[in-house]
């Protein structure tokens, strides 16, 4: 083969995939082109195939029943891959997507607790706590992160009590009273008393949450005295529901 023949091959395989990854997701085209191209990107096996096929998780189909179907079908699909075309597929697609829940969970069923955490790692690295136009992926992230059974989970979550966005921090409290790590209480109760946080659902649920896990919070009367309203009564050791 020469280099001109060489050069056109390698050209119409890059039209080939770019077509197939551009038919996965048209919410628009039928369900049976978007599976064969689904198939054909599978054929391929090499991870820019496999992160495109991931972009099927990106889109909604037009028909709600199919987009399921097809859904489930290409979890499946992925979890029988190579791990090491899936995982830096994997890898690569997280970090250039906002849709990230499907592929995380593809993670979490193949990868072991190292191979989980590189990833993990590098995206927190990508969705550290500050200012995101869209923070739909650090939020399924932390979804994920929450999850997890590790030490270092209540921890990172903390981190994201300080996040500009409103709902990213509400759910850090939510996810650290949830997992009701006793070295948690510090940095709750910091956010509670932070004079820049005007969330009165946030205030309120650290409140809530720390009364029904029955905490001692008297070292940190002053804060709760100043913080405490109408739902709640404290005592000077605990906090109750009104």
């Not at 200012?131 to 903390?158: G, N, W």
């Not at 939510?174 to 956010?191: H, M």
């Not at 002053?222 to 005592?235: C, L, S």
Request: with cysteine.
């Amino acid at each position: 083969m020469g280099l001109k023949d060489l050069f056109s091959s390698a050209g119409r395989s890059k039209s080939k995939l770019d077509k197939h990854i551009k038919t996965v997701q048209n919410q628009y085209a039928q369900s049976a082109d978007r599976y064969y191209a689904m198939e054909q990107l599978l054929e391929m096996a090499e991870i820019p195939a496999i992160v495109g096929l991931m972009k099927r998780f990106t889109m909604n189909a037009s028909k709600s029943i199919e987009d399921e179907e097809e859904k489930g079908w290409l979890y499946k699909r992925l979890l029988g891959l190579p791990l090491d075309t899936v995982l830096p597929a994997a890898k690569e697609f997280c970090l250039q997507s906002d849709n990230i829940a499907w592929v995380l969970r593809v993670v979490e069923e193949l990868a072991s607790k190292q191979q989980e955490w590189d990833i993990l790692d590098a995206l927190l690295a990508h969705h550290p706590p500050g200012y995101e136009r869209d923070p739909s992926a650090k939020l399924q992230l932390l979804t994920h992160l929450q999850e997890i059974d590790d030490a270092r989970v209540p921890d990172i979550l903390a981190g994201y009590l300080e996040d500009p966005d409103e709902g990213v921090r509400f759910f850090a409290v939510e996810a650290l009273l949830d997992i009701g790590e006793p070295r948690s209480l510090g940095p709750l109760v910091a956010r509670l008393g932070n004079p820049a946080e005007d969330s009165l659902r946030l205030r309120t649920r650290i409140l809530t949450g720390l009364a029904r896990l029955g905490w001692d919070v008297s070292a940190h009367r002053d804060v709760i005295n100043k913080a405490i309203g109408n739902d709640h009564t404290f005592d000077g050791t605990h906090i109750k529901e009104r």
